[in-house]
């Protein structure tokens, strides 16, 4: 095992590193592909085969309270004893078999009905928004798409009043924040607004759940209180549940929606390709997730001392798994550095195989490819802004996207 006097320092909140972490990574996956981090506290796995192992090794516990108590450093951890009640009792933090039970309850919430309903949401809203910038000639994809369709989406599949919605929106992004694995910030300022956002986020949800256990509807928070209320169960946990969807499905595709853009705009003859093959949608949604993944980091606890690569990893330690190194191993995918829409097969690991795989994943890709097909069809001419360069996000390890993408149609 190297000692910390041989073993090489990796700098992943470099501003570099975050805009674009590829080349870091294969540097890690070729010197250090299971690496202790000094300044992190926490091993880090960057081949595709490691990773994969890891997302199925039961003895990595999904259990990340560790994580949180060493992010905090030297502060109380009563500072976030709300945040921590919330999120320990999400399902993408447990292990089977409780996560396989929770797995099935969540699985009610998203029945084949469900999201055909959805569907047409989602195309209206796209629609509405696009509606507004059409005559500009230029847009943010950020500001003006990616953010404000998957919070509506959620919002309306919640069934939550329009007066509730930006609030919800705000708590969920704050809880996530922390969540997110933060760097290089004022950790108690960020603590603080995660802990805050979790009181407000728990209450609205239980007075929701309160008014659908008296008016049950076809929204997601009905349909879950219902598949609750049959098994019995107390509602206590519903909350957590709902944080989950809510930052899976809102914060990763807040994300994939401008990585995917910038990553066709920088390969023209891909996004011609999709253009005159509206057919590769589903194909190229699979190659954009793994060209340039929102979520580039997932976090383990080592529930026990293993070896991985002939390094010994003790117990208690975190272990975070790079899905987005992983994705663009050379070993695993040709030419992993390109984009090609019409690579097959694509096992990438966007949406994390194994037992925690993405329960929205479905959602996503309905989502994804309404989207960018509805963008293409009326804005065919699509473009950097070259007066106004793209700012891609420098704030965590576990969401990789973009402060701002302006573009011209």
């Not at 007066?387 to 302006?406: D, N, W």
């Amino acid at each position: 095992m190297a000692t910390s006097v041989d073993r090489p320092a990796f700098d992943l909140f470099a501003p570099e590193a975050l805009a674009n972490p590829y080349l870091l990574y294969k540097q890690m996956r070729e010197i250090d592909p299971v690496h202790y981090s000094e300044s992190l506290g926490y091993w880090l796995l960057t081949r595709y085969q490691d990773v994969e192992a890891a997302l199925k090794d039961e003895r990595l516990s999904a259990d990340r309270t560790a994580l949180f108590i060493h992010q905090i450093g030297d502060l109380d951890v009563s500072l976030i004893q709300n945040f921590l009640r919330l999120i320990k009792g999400m399902m993408i933090e447990k292990d089977p078999p409780e996560h396989s039970r929770m797995r099935k309850l969540a699985n009610q919430g998203f029945t084949t009905r469900a999201l055909e309903s959805w569907r047409v949401i989602i195309q209206q809203t796209t629609d509405r928004l696009l509606d507004q910038v059409q005559h500009q000639a230029y847009m943010d994809i950020v500001a003006d798409l990616s953010v404000p369709l998957p919070a509506l989406m959620i919002a309306e599949i919640f069934g939550v009043p329009e007066g509730d919605r930006a609030n919800l929106i705000e708590w969920a992004t704050d809880i996530g924040t922390l969540w997110g694995a933060p760097g290089g910030q004022n950790m108690e300022e960020l603590a603080r607004k995660a802990d805050y956002a979790a009181i407000q986020f728990t209450q609205l949800i239980q007075q929701l759940i309160e008014q659908r256990c008296r008016q049950p509807g076809s929204d997601m928070i009905s349909l879950l209180t219902m598949a609750y209320k049959a098994q019995g169960l107390d509602f206590e946990e519903l909350p957590s549940l709902c944080i989950l969807i809510l930052n899976a499905g809102h914060l990763t595709t807040t994300d994939l929606i401008p990585n995917g853009v910038a990553a066709l705009l920088h390969h023209p003859e891909q996004l011609q390709k999709l253009k005159d093959h509206p057919e590769l949608m589903s194909v190229a949604i699979e190659e954009l997730t793994r060209y340039d993944t929102p979520a580039p980091f997932v976090f383990r606890i080592a529930k026990e001392a293993i070896v991985i690569a002939d390094k010994m990893i003790p117990a208690g330690s975190v272990v975070a798994l790079g899905l987005g190194a992983a994705n663009h191993d050379p070993i695993k995918f040709a030419n992993p550095d390109r984009l090609d829409i019409t690579r097959s097969p694509n096992e990438h690991l966007g949406f994390g195989p194994g037992v925690h795989f993405c329960l929205g994943a479905v959602l996503a890709r309905m989502e994804l490819a309404i989207c960018f097909a509805t963008l293409l069809k009326r804005m065919p001419n699509l473009q950097f802004d070259p007066q106004q360069p793209a700012i891609p996000r420098h704030t965590s390890l576990v969401f990789k996207g973009f402060e701002t993408l302006p573009i011209r149609f």
